[in-house]
T-cell receptor, first 121, second 112 residues
Framework: GAVVSQHPSWVICKSGTSVKIECRSL??????MFWYRQFPKQSLMLMAT?????????EQGVEKDKFLINHASLTLSTLTVTSAHPEDSSFYIC?????FGTGSVGVHEQYFGPGTRLTVT | GENVEQHPSTLSVQEGDSAVIKCTYS??????FPWYKQELGKRPQLIID?????GEKKDQRIAVTLNKTAKHFSLHITETQPEDSAVYFC???????????FGTGTRLQVFP
């Protein structure tokens, strides 16, 4: 199956600094990627949809100026957490949609990255 | 927007018993319903999915049923094994956005 990687797998940063997380589709071109945040013992919450060559679409309540998303190529999307605070500590997971995946028209399986654990001290 | 509710939040069964997890969704435009298994600190793994034009799908010990009228879908695991212990998430997706909205999760524990 399709493979999605994330880097780094974990990161510790100081409050007020910025952190960049990369999401890569390794063996397919992903026109759309998604970013999720998961707090301990909670569900995955969709943060934003990242579209190659255009601006990301953010879910209600997600600050676009704090969580900067760039999808500059068909295999790479980046999430930058700016001015990180301890409450931003979480597990960040990306997923990529395979436009040639199986399924009915307009419905494509998503492949998840391994996640990035961010700890802000 | 779409809202997905999932029950129960925790489920404990004896090895060999069946487990059933239920989800309801709110948006009738949703047409793709995957189920994921997530182990601690790992990525969600797709275990089975169903499209809205299908009422039931089975893959060995796992089955999913969908009732579009009631906006319900359920995961059935038969002959449970200790390695089935994990957190299970249902999700719903609309065709024209492909956004996945996840349920709240069910922690399944299978006791030997």
């Amino acid at each position: 199956g399709a493979v999605v990687s994330q880097h780094p797998s974990w990161v510790i940063c100081k409050s007020g600094t910025s952190v960049k997380i990369e999401c890569r589709s390794l063996d397919f071109q992903a026109t759309t990627m998604f970013w999720y945040r998961q707090f301990p013992k909670q569900s995955l919450m969709l943060m934003a949809t990242s579209n190659e060559g255009s601006k990301a679409t953010y879910e209600q309540g997600v600050e676009k100026d704090k969580f900067l998303i760039n999808h500059a190529s068909l295999t790479l999307s980046t999430l930058t957490v700016t001015s990180a605070h301890p409450e931003d500590s979480s597990f960040y997971i990306c997923s990529a949609r395979d436009p040639f995946g199986t399924g009915s028209v307009g419905v494509h399986e998503q492949y998840f990255g391994p996640g990035t654990r961010l700890t802000v001290t | 927007g779409e809202n997905v509710e999932q029950h129960p939040s925790t489920l404990s069964v004896q090895e060999g018993d069946s487990a059933v997890i239920k989800c309801t969704y709110s948006d009738s435009a949703s047409n793709y319903f995957p189920w994921y298994k997530q182990e601690l600190g790992k990525r969600p793994q797709l275990i089975i999915d169903i499209r809205s034009n299908v009422g039931e799908k089975k893959d060995q010990r796992i089955a999913v049923t969908l009732n579009k009228t009631a906006k319900h879908f359920s995961l059935h695991i038969t002959e449970t094994q200790p390695e089935d212990s994990a957190v299970y998430f249902c999700a719903a997706s609309m065709a024209y956005t492909d956004k996945l909205i996840f349920g709240t999760g069910t922690r399944l524990q299978v006791f030997p």
